[in-house]
C-alpha cells in the first residue's frame, strides 16, 4: 500500500472509513444472506436455518477481504451498501410474503 | 503399534519431501540434485505420507484417521524442522572450527 | 487498497492479527490447557479418589440425591469416565422450594461420598475463561472472544494469501538472523499446523454462532425456543403426577443402553420428576466416544424403566454442526489425538506470540530513533510481554496457589483465581519501569521459575509428588507435572537466548550471487 506520509490524517480516514465500513456493512451484508438463506434454501426449516449460520462465516470472511482488496474505498463502500440494500428488500418481500418467522 | 509407524512414515516422508526443495539441498546434501532424482524424491515423500494417512484411516477409520493424521503430519514436519537445525548448527560449528585452524 | 491484492491482505493480515493478538494468545493458551481440563482438575484435587462402575456410580448419585434433595424437580448426573475420577451431581430445586442451604451441585467419590476435597475450579476455570474470560459479564465477553476469532479467521486466510513461498519455505527456520528468524518462526508455527487453525477457529464460531449470527433463527421461527423444539425435540415435557413411585433400577436400563450403542458408554443420567409416578430417567450417550458432539439420549420411564420412543436429529446441517462442535472441544480425542490437539495449540500460542514480536522488531526498524522509542511503542512492547510472558507466570501462580492457600479458606476457588491475575498484573507492572530487552529475559525466567516451582511445592505441601506418582503409575498426576517443568524449560530457554541476544544488525540485502544460489 502507498505510503504517503504527506497526507497521513486523510489516509489515515481512508483506512478508518474501509474498515468500519468492512466490518459493519460486511457484518450487515452477512446477516441478511444469512436470514434470506434461512428462509428460502430448499431444505427443512431447522436444516435450512443450521446450513445458513454454518456457511455466514465463511461468508463474512471473504467479505472482509474482498472489501479491503477494492483499489477504492468509495468502490468498497458502493457495493456494501449496495448489496445491503438488495438483500433489505429481498428480506422485506419474503417476509411480507411468506409471513413472518 | 500402528500409530508410531504412522509417525515413523510421515516422518520419513517430510524429510523426503524436505529434500526435494533446493535450499535444504544446498545445506544438507552440499549439492543441488538432478531434477530426475528430484521427482522421484517428492513421488516417494508423498506416498510415504499417504501409507500414513491410510494407516491411521484403517486404525481410526477415516474421521478420527484424518485428525490424527493432520496433527501428526504437524508433529513430524516439525520434528524435521528441528533436525534442519540442529544441523545446521552442527555445520557452522565445525566450519568455525576448521576456519581457525 | 493501493499496491495490489496480496499487499493489502498483507495489510488487513498484519492489522487483524496485532489488534487482537494480545487477547488471541490468552484464548489460546487456555483452550489448550483445556484439553486436558478434567487431567488439572485431578491435580488440583489431591484428595480426590477414583469411582466404580457407571452403573454403580449412578445408584451412589441417586442415594446421594434422595437425600439431599429429594423434592428436586430434576436430577442431572455426569458419571465418571476414562478422564474423570467424580461424579458430578446438579439438581433443580422444586419450583416452591425455600432457598437452598448449600450449592446445588455435589462431587461424589467412588463410594458415593460428597468429596471433601479443597475448593478448587481447577481446568474447568481455564475451560470457561477460554470463552467467557474472567470479571466480565458473559455476553459480552463471548461476544469479545467472537470479535478475537473472526479477525483471527482472517488473519489466517489473509496469511495464506501473503505467504508467496509457502511450500518452498515450508521447513525454513533459520535461527540468529533478527527479524528474518521472527519471519520465520511465525511462518513455520503457522503453516505446519495450519489445518488445525482452519479447523478450531471456524468450530470455535460456529459453537456459539446462536449468539454471534442469530439472523437465521429470527428470520424463520418466532422464538429461539421454537427452532430448538423443531429442531432438538425432547420430546413432550411432563409434568409431575403428585403420586410418589419407587424408583425403577439402573442396571437393565445401562444394560439396553450398552447393546443399543454397541458397547459404548453413558456418560450423563438425568432424571425429571425423580419419585414421581411420572419420573422420566434419560441415559446420554458419553461424548468421549463419538466425534458428533450432541450425545444421542434413551429416556426411561422411571417407575417401571420401560424405553421410551427415543428421538433424535438426524439432519446433514444438524449432524454437521454437531460434529464440528465435537471436533473444536476435543471430547472424543483418545490419549494420542488429545497430545496432538494440546501440542497444535501449543504451536497455535507460538504463531501468534511470533506475531507480535515480529510487528514490534519490524516497527523499531522504522521508528525516527530507535534507541527512544515514543510511548505508543514501549506500550505496546510491554504489552506483548505481559501477555506472553505474564500469562503463563499468572498461571503457574495459580497452581502454586492451589497448594499453597489455606483449605478451609473462604471463598477459596475463587482467590486462586485472584493469584492468576495479580501475578500476571504484577509481571505487567514490573515490565513497565524495565528496559524492554531486561523486561524480557526477567518475565520470561519468572515464567520459567514459577512452572517449576510447582512440582516442588506439590512435594512439600501434599504426599503425592513425582516420585510417588511415578512409582505408583499414576499418568495424569506424572503428565502433569513432566508438562508443567517441559513449560518451565521452555521459557527458562527462551530467557536465556533473550539474555544473550546481541543488538540485531540489518539483514543486509542478497548479492546477485546470493540470489542466484537460492
Request: charged share 15%.
Amino acid at each position: 500500500m502507498a505510503r504517503a506520509r504527506s497526507s497521513g490524517w486523510r489516509r489515515r480516514l481512508d483506512v478508518a472509513v474501509r474498515a468500519v465500513g468492512a466490518i459493519a456493512g460486511g457484518y450487515a451484508v452477512t446477516a441478511l444472506a444469512t436470514a434470506l438463506a434461512a428462509r428460502h434454501l430448499p431444505l427443512a426449516r431447522s436444516e435450512a436455518v443450521t446450513a445458513a449460520t454454518l456457511a455466514s462465516f465463511p461468508v463474512y470472511a471473504a467479505i472482509l477481504m474482498a472489501a479491503f482488496a477494492a483499489p477504492r474505498t468509495a468502490t468498497a463502500c458502493a457495493w456494501l451498501g449496495g448489496t445491503c440494500a438488495v438483500l433489505g428488500a429481498a428480506l422485506w418481500l419474503s417476509l411480507r410474503l411468506g409471513g413472518a418467522a | 503399534m500402528s500409530a508410531t509407524l504412522a509417525l515413523l512414515l510421515a516422518a520419513a516422508g517430510f524429510s523426503a519431501l524436505c529434500m526435494t526443495l533446493p535450499r535444504h539441498q544446498n545445506d544438507v546434501l552440499r549439492r543441488r540434485l538432478p531434477p530426475a532424482r528430484t521427482m522421484g524424491l517428492r513421488a516417494a515423500g508423498f506416498a510415504l505420507l499417504a501409507g500414513s494417512y491410510l494407516i491411521l484411516a484403517w486404525r481410526d477409520g477415516f474421521g478420527r484417521g484424518t485428525v490424527t493424521w493432520a496433527g501428526l503430519a504437524t508433529f513430524t514436519a516439525a520434528t524435521v524442522v528441528a533436525g534442519l537445525m540442529v544441523h545446521a548448527r552442527r555445520t557452522t560449528a565445525s566450519e568455525r572450527c576448521s576456519r581457525r585452524r | 487498497m493501493k499496491g495490489g491484492f496480496r499487499q493489502s491482505m498483507a495489510w488487513l493480515h498484519t492489522w487483524a492479527g496485532v489488534v487482537v493478538g494480545w487477547a488471541l494468545f490468552v484464548i489460546f493458551a487456555t483452550g489448550t490447557a483445556a484439553y486436558f481440563q478434567e487431567e488439572i482438575t485431578a491435580w488440583m484435587q489431591p484428595e480426590a479418589t477414583p469411582a466404580a462402575s457407571p452403573a454403580v456410580a449412578a445408584e451412589q448419585a441417586r442415594a446421594f440425591l434422595q437425600r439431599v434433595a429429594p423434592d428436586a424437580q430434576a436430577w442431572y448426573v455426569t458419571l465418571p469416565g476414562k478422564r474423570g475420577a467424580s461424579t458430578q451431581v446438579f439438581w433443580v430445586p422444586a419450583a416452591d422450594a425455600p432457598p437452598p442451604d448449600r450449592p446445588t451441585t455435589a462431587m461424589l467419590d467412588g463410594a458415593g461420598r460428597e468429596i471433601a476435597a479443597r475448593a478448587t475450579e481447577g481446568g474447568y476455570f481455564l475451560y470457561r475463561f477460554h470463552f467467557d474470560l474472567h470479571y466480565l459479564p458473559v455476553i459480552p465477553a463471548r461476544y469479545l472472544v467472537g470479535v478475537c476469532a473472526m479477525a483471527m479467521l482472517t488473519a489466517i486466510l489473509t496469511g495464506v494469501v501473503t505467504h508467496k513461498k509457502i511450500f518452498a519455505d515450508f521447513f525454513t527456520f533459520r535461527l540468529g538472523k533478527g527479524q528474518r528468524s521472527w519471519l520465520d518462526a511465525h511462518n513455520v508455527a503457522g503453516v505446519l499446523a495450519l489445518p488445525f487453525y482452519l479447523m478450531i477457529t471456524y468450530t470455535g464460531l460456529v459453537t456459539l454462532a446462536a449468539q454471534y449470527m442469530p439472523f437465521g433463527i429470527a428470520a424463520a421461527y418466532p422464538s429461539e425456543a421454537a427452532f430448538y423444539e423443531e429442531a432438538y425435540p425432547l420430546g413432550p415435557t411432563i409434568a409431575p403426577a403428585g403420586r410418589p413411585a419407587p424408583a425403577a433400577p439402573y442396571a437393565p436400563m445401562f444394560d439396553l443402553a450398552g447393546r443399543r450403542w454397541n458397547g459404548a458408554a453413558v456418560g450423563f443420567v438425568n432424571t425429571v420428576n425423580p419419585g414421581d409416578a411420572n419420573a422420566r430417567v434419560s441415559l446420554v450417550r458419553s461424548s468421549a466416544e463419538r466425534m458428533a458432539s450432541r450425545g444421542e439420549a434413551l429416556v426411561f420411564d422411571g417407575a417401571n424403566g420401560a424405553l421410551i420412543a427415543p428421538v433424535a436429529n438426524t439432519g446433514v446441517a444438524a449432524q454437521t454442526e454437531s460434529v464440528m462442535i465435537g471436533l473444536h472441544a476435543g471430547r472424543y480425542a483418545g490419549p494420542l489425538l488429545r497430545w496432538l490437539y494440546f501440542l497444535s495449540g501449543l504451536a497455535g500460542a507460538l504463531m501468534i506470540a511470533t506475531g507480535l514480536v515480529l510487528w514490534t522488531v519490524k516497527r523499531r526498524a522504522r521508528l525516527a530513533d530507535p534507541a527512544r522509542p515514543h510511548v505508543g511503542f514501549r506500550l505496546v512492547e510491554r504489552t506483548n510481554i505481559a501477555a506472553i510472558a505474564g500469562y503463563p507466570t499468572g498461571l503457574a501462580c495459580y497452581f502454586l496457589a492451589n497448594r499453597l492457600l489455606p483449605l478451609g479458606m473462604a471463598d477459596r476457588a475463587a482467590w486462586e483465581i485472584n493469584c492468576l491475575f495479580i501475578a500476571w498484573g504484577a509481571v505487567f507492572a514490573w515490565t513497565l519501569g524495565r528496559p524492554a530487552r531486561c523486561a524480557w529475559v526477567e518475565s520470561l525466567g519468572a515464567a520459567a521459575t514459577a512452572f517449576a516451582l510447582v512440582p516442588v511445592v506439590n512435594a512439600l505441601t501434599t504426599p503425592r509428588n513425582l516420585a510417588v506418582s511415578l512409582w505408583r503409575g499414576d499418568w495424569t498426576y506424572v503428565g502433569f507435572e513432566l508438562t508443567v517443568l517441559a513449560l518451565a524449560a521452555g521459557f527458562g530457554w527462551a530467557a536465556l537466548r533473550a539474555a544473550r541476544r546481541a543488538p540485531v544488525a540489518a539483514a543486509r540485502r542478497k548479492t546477485p550471487a546470493e540470489r542466484a544460489a537460492a
